[in-house]
């Protein structure tokens, strides 16, 4: 292979599923030590050229050619693409918790002694090798379950070196990192195009691509639009949205003039101990309140306890209540179980969609009525006609891109599942609804939807407590915001008053409770 020769180059791929075509003719070409990104809209088909190339749809399933180190490449499975040194990081990560890191390390790839058993000193001597090449001061035998998402990745990261990997493959590698934690992969990203380890990322973070990336294929419908030079080209946020979405957006946000009524939902006094710490409070002593039609924002760093509070709230499904209290309409009500949470007109869309707000085996009607089914039943029954026209009015209402209502969950996009989960409890048609990240892992396209549809929830004169941790997000769709730390709020901002450095002040450090109109 020549040393100015790409790496990979991909050529007219097309693939078709029943009905869809997928990818339409997309090229593509990363070269030997780049970082190269690829961004689209969610069912853009980004991931499904991922899969192409990773074997995950084998040759002959698709049309057109793959070039790797210079030779053609037909992979027949996944261990295939593995063996020539290309290794695939899904968003879901494929580890086993029970297992050590050494032992998910060399899952399926274990070394062996020269009678044949497996040779778990030297797996644990090369484990640690690998650790310390991306960073991670963590002892081999320490099980998966035991550290955080951000490790779990890095350990991904390592299992990917042990296989002599040249080309990488990170599908929204940050997607459920903080901040520091993404930082490290970023950088980590650099040493190893340094070392002979080419990458390609896909994400929805538009400032980590523009800062890590040295170029950018956008896909937009199937269709390969553009590839960018960050430096050449100038790349900025604006210019990847312009590519992905097909026009400029203005602004991120829609237009809303807010319609603020009453105060109509108090929490005082908001204490709840952790499920297994007794000595560990997880809500001390919280008090807010939520006006109809008001968009309320949760600001927090990762674990100052804003996905604790909201799902304390709804029906204590965290933790364990020790005082407080919920004032909904002027009267205090007691929301002990999730069930009578719906039945006061809460409802919660928590921030793992997958794990905690669908059933990934149902299909989209069932889950679309699956919070209050008896408002379509008669006679403990669900009326199965009535079910369809329901999911096929929230279909059109959210824009849901599906080909039917009986299509598997499972099958939709990032963003077309959110819009499934929001139109699961919009069903519910509550007073309240807490929305806990909902655009984590959508693309721009999808967040400016879900924006829309949340302006529209609170100008019905719903309220809205939003939790995210993308301060532009919340500075943007806020009409007030409480800051978080360590379980305590420590800050009240209004809209003209909120900053960046406001906000990050009051959410690390719990000094001086901030109080502003």
Not at 188 to 203: N, P, Q, T, Y
Not at 349 to 374: F, Q, T, Y
Request: hydrophobic content about 40%; some cysteine; glycine content about 10%.
């Amino acid at each position: 292979m020549s040393a100015t020769a790409p790496i990979l180059q991909m050529d007219s791929i097309t693939k078709e599923f029943p009905g869809v075509k997928a990818l339409a003719d997309v090229s593509l070409s990363v070269g030997i030590d780049e970082i190269h990104a690829i961004c689209g809209e969610n069912g853009a088909g980004k991931s499904t050229l991922m899969k192409v190339l990773s074997g995950v749809y084998p040759y002959g399933s698709y049309s057109g050619t793959i070039t790797y180190r210079g030779e053609e490449v037909r992979f027949k499975d996944i261990r295939a693409s593995e063996a020539a040194g290309i290794v695939i990081i899904h968003q879901e990560l494929a580890l086993i918790p029970e297992l050590s890191i050494t032992e998910n390390i060399f899952l399926g790839n274990e070394p062996t002694t020269r009678f044949g058993s497996i040779d778990w000193k030297g797996a644990q001597r090369e484990a640690r090798e690998l650790l310390a090449r991306v960073g991670l001061d963590e002892d081999p035998d320490t099980l998966i379950k035991d550290i955080g998402v951000g490790k779990q990745q890095l350990v991904e990261i390592a299992k990917a070196l042990s296989k002599r990997v040249k080309l990488l493959i990170l599908d929204e590698p940050t997607a459920a990192l903080n901040e520091s934690d993404s930082q490290h992969l970023l950088d980590l990203l650099r040493g190893l195009k340094g070392k002979g380890v080419s990458s390609i990322i896909i994400s929805h973070k538009l400032n980590e691509i523009e800062q890590v990336a040295d170029s950018i294929t956008i896909i937009r419908d199937g269709r390969a639009i553009e590839t960018l030079n960050v430096v050449r080209d100038g790349v900025n946020e604006d210019r990847i949205i312009r590519g992905m979405v097909g026009r400029s957006l203005q602004s991120r946000f829609p237009d809303r003039v807010p319609e603020i009524g009453e105060v109509f939902f108090e929490v005082n006094g908001w204490t709840v101990q952790h499920p297994v710490s007794a000595e560990r409070m997880v809500c001390k002593n919280e008090s807010f309140t939520v006006r109809r039609g008001e968009i309320v924002g949760l600001a927090g760093l990762v674990g100052a306890g804003r996905t604790e509070l909201a799902m304390s709230l709804f029906g204590r499904s965290y933790g364990a209540y020790r005082s407080g209290t919920i004032v909904k309409d002027g009267k205090q009500v007691q929301l002990r179980t999730v069930h009578e949470a719906i039945d006061n007109g809460l409802a919660y869309v928590s921030e793992d969609r997958k794990a905690l707000g669908l059933n990934l085996l149902d299909d989209i009607k069932r889950s679309i009525v699956s919070a209050k089914p008896e408002r379509i039943s008669r006679a403990n029954v669900v009326d199965e006609y009535r079910e369809h026209d329901v999911a096929e009015e929230y279909r059109r209402k959210l824009r849901i891109k599906t080909a039917s209502v009986e299509s598997g969950v499972d099958t939709l996009s990032g963003g077309n599942q959110q819009k499934v989960v929001l139109a699961k409890w919009m069903f519910t048609e509550p007073d309240l609804l807490i929305l806990d990240e909902p655009t984590r892992g959508i693309d721009v396209g999808a967040k400016f939807e879900i924006y829309g549809i949340i302006q529209e929830l609170a100008a019905q004169g719903k309220g809205i407590v939003l939790i995210s941790s993308e301060l532009p997000e919340l500075l943007g769709l806020s009409d007030r915001i409480y800051t978080i730390f360590e379980g305590a709020i420590t800050g009240e901002y209004s809209a003209a008053t909120a900053t960046p450095e406001a906000l990050m002040k009051s959410m690390t450090s719990s000094a001086q409770k901030v109080t502003a109109a």
